[in-house]
């Protein structure tokens, strides 16, 4: 295994900024009822624990190369702006102006391939995704390629009046462009036992269910850390520029949209990537289940885990302060990311 250096994107917005909220509200008055559904308060409040992220990276992927924090300006007060391996990078530093301002985080990941110094071989992260035990670099990347599990699934839209039904309509938009560049049977006859490798255990039998349909419906969408390449964004960019720019000028999020899980579809199709199984697990954290997820955390279940904000939680501060705790019992130690 040798891969060149490896760096970690994570995008983050805190919601409690004045003048940030002055602004969004200002865009926000002009948009359609079902954008506003879809772009609920969930979608930018803060946790205060994404400290958490960073001493998850430094303790369990010492192996990172840089970490480029996106920001629309606002800088967390416990980030340590000197340390080597962090890359401060403003919405302006990489998204071009006329898609300027923007509080849709689809023109803010599409338009990756812009930051400078940014490497080829990259780890999209969210800020709501903490990693609690070792990952190692075969698990992203193995000389050069990226690793994944390419699992088909069916795609069953619900409506679009709430942001994970939206988000439907935009793997529908996604699905359309892999099935415009990609012919399914042509892909995975030429890479069969990347698609039906043993690895993906009882989620294989998934792709065989859809093993008679000529176009790719969808696929499994883990909501994890993902391994990306930045000449992905670019070749995607060149083929559809009108499509991109389309995404890129909706100031909030939008079903006619695309978004960045057709980088990882299309990374699947070309077939340019190791076969492995996903860990970790995607949580959705409500008012009924947050004490078993904070214990889920203390115990380590998950090597990684995606706790998921939902706009239906009622104890917002109690939630919040009851994983942060759980958080702080795991990763006590401050990070050198930290002041």
């Known amino acids: 295994m040798k891969n060149d250096p490896i760096d970690i994107v994570i995008p983050w917005v805190d919601g409690n900024d004045i003048e940030w909220r002055s602004i969004r509200n200002e865009y926000r008055g002009n ?91 990259f780890i999209l992260f969210n800020d709501d995704i903490f990693i609690l035990k070792e990952q190692k670099e ?29 988000s439907m309509y935009r793997y ?45 419906d969808f696929f499994t969408v883990p909501h994890l850390a993902t391994s990306m390449k930045k000449e992905t964004f670019e070749k995607i960019w060149d083929l559809e520029p009108e499509l991109l720019d389309a995404t890129s000028r909706n100031k909030f999020r939008d079903y006619s949209e695309i978004n960045q899980y057709l980088v990882r579809f299309w990374q699947l199709c070309e077939g340019d990537f190791y076969p492995r199984r996903t860990e970790g697990k995607f949580i959705r954290v409500n008012d009924d289940n947050y004490k078993d997820v904070a214990n889920q955390i203390r115990r380590k279940e998950y090597p990684m885990v995606c706790l998921n904000d939902l706009d239906s939680i009622q104890n917002f501060e109690l939630i919040k302060a009851e994983i942060n705790v759980a958080l702080e019992e795991v990763l006590p130690n401050k990070s050198s990311f930290e002041v």
């Open 31 to 121: 948009i359609e009822t079902i954008q506003q559904g879809a772009n609920q308060e969930s979608r930018f409040r803060s946790w205060d624990n994404l400290q958490y992220i960073f001493r998850g990276i430094e303790n369990f992927m010492p192996w990172i190369n840089k970490v480029y924090l996106i920001t629309w300006g606002h800088i967390p007060k416990f980030l340590n702006k000197e340390n080597e391996r962090l890359v401060i990078v403003r919405h302006e530093d990489y998204i071009p102006k006329e898609y300027l301002p923007t509080f849709n985080s689809d023109v803010i990941e599409m338009n990756y391939h812009r930051i400078k110094g940014l490497s080829n071989n």
């Open 138 to 166: 075969n698990y992203y990347f193995r000389n050069n390629q990226i690793c994944d599990e390419a699992v088909e699934r069916a795609l069953c839209p619900k409506g679009y009046e709430s942001d994970s039904k939206m």
């Open 172 to 216: 529908v938009n996604d699905m359309m462009v892999i099935n415009k560049y990609f012919k399914k049977r042509e892909v995975q006859k030429k890479h069969f036992f990347k698609w039906y490798n043993l690895k993906y255990g009882t989620k294989l039998f998934r792709t065989l269910a859809l093993r008679y349909y000529y176009d790719f």
